[in-house]
């Protein structure tokens, strides 16, 4: 789907390249193999869009690690292959069993990395690393370096340093600060907002949202930014015991504020 529309759809990808291309996140040691049989896939039979899917137990260890496909007649070095067709879970590792069962009950998970964290009944996320943090809450949120604390409504925050440094030694850190973007006059049928009917007209209307934030970062200036990147003015902000500290407000300027440039 086109995003050139969404701005809210193009930080989000920066917020991706940052922890997955850029290489924030760090790889899983551990990995999962589905093996393909030849002889088995020639006698599926079922829904076609659905005897393609791996299992969903199977799909849910990409949580923990990484997982993918390998042939029965094939390997990788670091891959372990599991046959779906017997008691696979047994191969596991703890973690990995143990995330899974953690699943099941819809508790509580984080990745084999321990940088990632999902939490099903604050319907949140929490990713962090040395070179960024992110968050998608509502209430408090805390990592290393950044801690949220009133954010409401739901809401995204992602901390990610723009010159290579870890986020304690970087002099320039963009802010991303993320809720609701849609089309003025858009309308669903239903409450569910399944359906929808049409996609509205423009301006682009951003959801309020605040949060107070205090971030273990020194010394440092914060200036709005304007979704071309430039500079949107000072935001008042205090120092106070090392920390630094200020509310993030998208509607801190005429227009809304996504996106924050803190330096020093």
């Known amino acids: 789907f086109d995003i050139v529309n969404d701005p809210q759809g193009q930080l989000g990808e920066r917020v991706i390249h940052a922890l997955f291309v850029r290489g924030d996140v760090s790889p899983a040691e551990e990995a999962y193999a589905f093996t393909f ?5 020639r006698k ?3 829904e076609i869009s659905l005897i393609g899917e791996y299992p969903k ?3 849910m260890l990409g949580l ?3 997982i993918g496909s390998l042939a029965s007649n094939s390997g990788w070095p670091g891959v372990k292959k599991l046959d779906l067709a017997e008691k696979w879970e047994k191969d596991l590792s703890a973690g990995a069993a143990d995330l899974l069962h953690r699943v099941e009950e819809k508790k509580e998970v984080r990745s084999s990395t321990g940088e990632i964290a999902l939490n099903p ?5 929490c990713v962090v690393t040395p ?3 992110v968050f998608s809450f509502d209430g408090d949120m805390t990592g290393k370096v950044m801690k949220a604390t009133g954010g409401a409504p739901y809401q995204s925050l992602a901390l990610i340093s723009l010159d290579g440094k870890g986020l304690k030694d970087s002099s320039r850190i963009l802010l991303l600060h993320l809720t609701d973007v849609v089309g003025n006059k858009l309308k669903y049928s239903n409450s ?3 359906v929808l009917e049409s996609w509205g007209t423009m301006p ?3 959801r309020h949202a605040k949060a107070d934030l205090e971030l273990a970062l020194p010394g440092m200036k914060v200036e709005a930014l304007k979704l071309d990147g430039s500079l949107n003015g000072e935001i008042p902000a205090r120092q106070e015991d090392g920390k630094l500290k200020f509310t993030a407000d998208t509607a801190a300027r005429k227009g809304g504020v996504m996106a924050y440039l803190l330096s020093r």
Do not use: H, M, Q, W
């Open 37 to 41: 049989y030849p002889e088995r896939t």
């Open 44 to 46: 599926l039979n079922g």
């Open 57 to 59: 137990s199977f799909t």
């Open 64 to 66: 923990y690690g990484r």
């Open 121 to 125: 009944d604050r319907r949140s996320v």
């Open 131 to 133: 070179k960024s943090e």
């Open 192 to 194: 569910a907002k399944t």
């Open 204 to 206: 682009i209307l951003y």
